[in-house]
């Protein structure tokens, strides 16, 4: 493995002796403070598991943002606590942390994948960036939560397996045909160790497993099938066509019935369907790939396949029932079950929802050179518009060449919500929507904002909205002129 491995692998070690040491004499609570993507749900899942198992007491909070208020509420009765874990968020807000935090009264360890922002002083941080290892796709805050567990205890490796729906839930399974790369590739291994997964090739629609095929097609964004997704009597019709009989007696057969001759008839139908439509051959392939199965969960049920899994995680967080995801992940098959099966119905309708919205209010979205920016105010929810904004490129409304930038209102707040979005072939030229939004934050006042090259946010106060989108336009337009002046650089030489 290489050195950088090992000495992040060094660290998860150190960071699970200063949380070993304490829960040692239960003489304090410990909060566990997350985000609440599925990324988020899963981390916390991930620590609290390992502190149940290991006789501690704590709590959790599953909030959007370490915003400075939220920081504020979370430290109120910080004396009973005596050791604070921040999962998938923390690093970007070092300066809130230590603000409201005394590290010399309490103990403070983040286990984070975002790029840190600030001093770390004091705070036990374990982050990918720190050893030069990519927190986009190397590993996950469930990732890099999962190391700190397994090192607390070896019983914790079956927990690999939520560390994987963490990192599908943050797509970070792009390497060849759905797999992993990095650190996320050791946590597979473990999983698959640990028999708690199973790794095969098929094809990636969703709900495999527990949908009927044409649903399987129609509910499928990620490849997203022009024509297909969200297209169900274009799904029947496919099927048709084929002959592949929907129905077997009186039940409708899902992806995983039918036979090897169907599958390759509707592969080769799908991939020409997408080529057909421009989608790139790379892009069109990734339709047959890694599935992930969690074998230990029910045949046929909601969590079995890893990505409806990360599915059913990211509704329960972005609904407002992230309490819901946190009890499934710690293995609540009971009320929690029934609960996110709820959730989840009512999360695709809001979604199909908000896309025609965003077809019907086609007004709403402004066009720049290099971004397209959809105003979803009053329309959309703060703690949705990302995904909204990300859908609604992969069906074709918004441009796949261009940073994408939705933004919401965070109603009685006096905020907005901006969600950046970007693609792997803009990150590919050095395009990074985190860094435009971070450092477009740097100079005005009340802003807070942080993520990814591929995905990122901002909280904004309402009175700067027109000054910081400015500023974030200015950025993106500098980064697309330098890659486009390295191109150059690059076909001259
Ligand atoms: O905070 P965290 O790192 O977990 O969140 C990353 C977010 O970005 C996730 O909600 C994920 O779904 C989103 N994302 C995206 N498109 C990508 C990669 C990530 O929408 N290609
Ligand atoms: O909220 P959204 O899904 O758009 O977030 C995309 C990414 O940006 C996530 O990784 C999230 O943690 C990050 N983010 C952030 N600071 C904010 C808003 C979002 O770091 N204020
Ligand atoms: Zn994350």
Wanted: hydrophobic share 40%.
């Amino acid at each position: 493995m290489e050195k950088k491995y090992d000495d992040f692998l060094k660290k998860a070690e150190d960071i699970a002796d200063v949380i070993k040491d304490a829960i040692k004499n239960n003489n304090g609570q410990t909060k566990i403070v997350s985000h609440l993507d599925t990324d988020g749900i899963t981390a916390a899942g991930i620590i609290a598991t390992t502190l149940y198992r290991a006789g501690a007491s704590f709590q959790v909070s599953i909030i959007r943002q370490l915003e400075e208020d939220i920081m504020a509420t979370l430290s109120k009765g910080k004396e009973n606590v005596n050791l604070f874990i921040f999962t998938d968020l923390g690093s970007g807000q070092l300066d809130i942390v230590r603000k409201y935090l005394d590290t010399k009264k309490t103990k403070v360890v983040i286990l984070d994948h975002h790029p840190p922002i600030g001093a770390e002083d004091g705070v036990f941080q374990l982050n990918p960036h720190l050893f030069e290892i990519n927190g986009s796709y190397d590993v996950s805050g469930a990732g890099v939560s999962y190391f700190v567990a397994r090192a607390i205890h070896e019983e914790n490796k079956d927990l690999s397996a939520l560390a994987v729906v963490g990192s599908i839930g943050d797509r970070q399974d792009k390497g060849e045909q759905g797999s992993f790369i990095g650190l996320n590739k050791n946590i597979v291994d473990d999983a698959v160790n640990a028999q708690v997964l199973e790794v095969k090739k098929d094809l990636r629609l969703f709900g495999r497993m527990t949908r009927p095929v044409h649903t399987a097609l129609e509910y499928t964004t990620d490849p997203f099938i022009p024509s297909i997704t969200g297209n169900r009597d274009a799904c029947f019709k496919l099927l048709v066509e084929l002959q592949i009989p929907l129905k077997k007696g009186d039940e409708w057969r899902s992806i995983a019935d039918l036979t090897t001759e169907e599958r390759t008839k509707l592969v080769s139908a799908l991939i020409t369907r997408s080529l057909q439509h421009g989608v790139s051959s790379d892009e069109a392939q990734s339709i047959v790939g890694n599935v992930y199965t969690l074998v230990k969960e029910k045949e046929g049920g909601i969590l079995r396949d890893a990505r409806e899994f990360a599915s059913c995680l990211n509704a329960c967080g972005r609904m407002g029932s992230a309490g819901v995801g946190v009890a499934l992940c710690m293995g609540d098959r009971k009320r929690a079950y029934k609960d996110a099966e709820d959730v989840l119905s009512k999360y695709r309708t809001r979604l199909s929802d908000h896309i025609s919205l965003i077809s019907d209010n086609i007004e709403r979205i402004v066009d720049f050179e290099n971004v397209q920016i959809f105003d979803g105010k009053r329309l959309v929810d703060d703690r949705i518009i990302g995904t909204v904004v990300g859908l609604a490129r992969s069906s074709n409304m918004l441009s796949s060449e261009k940073i994408v930038l939705g933004i919401a209102l965070q109603e009685g707040e006096g905020f907005i919500k901006v969600s950046g979005r970007s693609t792997e072939k803009l990150v590919s030229k050095g395009i990074s929507i985190g860094k435009a939004l971070s450092d477009a934050a740097q100079g005005i006042e009340g802003v807070e904002a942080g993520g990814h090259d591929i995905a990122a946010g901002a909280r904004v106060p309402l009175e700067k909205e027109q000054e910081y989108i400015k500023l974030v336009r200015k950025n993106i337009d500098k980064q697309f002129a330098k890659s486009e002046s390295v191109k150059n650089v690059q076909d001259d030489g």
